[in-house]
């Protein structure tokens, strides 16, 4: 497949689990991906499996002059961008009565701050034909106990898209929302163990957690043109846990 042939895209939180699964998505259907992230062993590593339609650009999405950094190296190397895909977030568990202002700076500086930054930054180099896919979640949808500031988070995503949308009328650059559910991604693996994950997986129609691949794979339809006639929509690849 070449549907994402000749375009540059960029991936935030790039180097792991959907991230990653996404560039190389991107890469084996024609695309040129940066990937930005904070570890840079994480990145190196990502760079190996990616090949020579990669760049890694060490930071954080938090921060406005690792943004700039980012974008000045997209224009240097390839002089415009065609997709972004917002995709650096996370989120740590507290439950209601225990929940600190520092938690709740932390989850919407990454997840919503974060993705404001790292989309505004990236509109002057895209054009008629952009796509901008952010990740929202399941939790953003049904909630999740414990983890009230991730799932507000996510919710603030998603309706990012649907404001976005509304503010890019008439540019041809398109916002969608990619959430998903329950993943066997490194971080879940290390968050829940595999009894853990076969528990949360369990809770989906499809009895299983979703691969990063099955991920990347919707970011990539997103990303390209196959979905033109879509903005400020959210597609749920969560085997249904949010949508029964």
Avoid: C
């Avoid at 540059?8 to 695309?31: C, H, S």
């Avoid at 904070?38 to 999405?61: F, I, P």
């Avoid at 002089?79 to 568990?93: K, V, Y």
């Avoid at 600190?100 to 505004?120: C, M, P, R």
């Amino acid at each position: 497949m070449t549907r994402l042939n000749g375009k540059t895209a960029v991936i935030t939180g790039g180097a792991t689990g959907i991230g990653l699964a996404a560039a190389k998505r991107f890469i084996e259907e024609g695309a040129f991906v940066f990937i930005f992230g904070r570890r840079q062993d994480a990145l190196d590593a990502a760079l190996a499996e990616l090949g020579l339609n990669a760049r890694a650009v060490k930071g954080s999405v938090s921060d406005e002059a690792d943004l700039d950094r980012l974008y000045a190296a997209v224009k240097a190397e390839r002089g415009s961008l065609d997709i972004i895909f917002a995709n650096a977030g996370g989120g740590s568990q507290l439950k209601l009565g225990e929940i600190t202002a520092a938690h709740i700076d932390e989850t919407f500086n990454i997840n919503v701050k974060g993705t404001i930054f790292t989309v505004q930054k990236a509109l002057p180099l895209m054009g008629e034909g952009g796509s901008i896919v952010l990740t929202g979640s399941s939790a953003g949808t049904t909630g999740a106990p414990g983890f009230s500031a991730y799932s507000a988070s996510k919710a603030a995503v998603r309706n990012l898209a649907r404001t976005w949308a509304e503010e890019l009328k008439g540019t041809g650059i398109r916002v969608n929302v990619l959430s998903p559910g329950p993943t066997a991604t490194e971080l879940a693996t290390a968050a829940l163990g595999e009894e853990g994950q076969k528990a949360y997986g369990s809770m989906t129609a499809l009895q299983r957690m979703g691969d990063p691949a099955e991920i990347g794979a919707a970011a990539a339809f997103l990303a390209s043109s196959d979905s033109s006639f879509m903005t400020a929509s959210e597609l749920a690849v969560d085997g249904g846990l949010a949508q029964l």
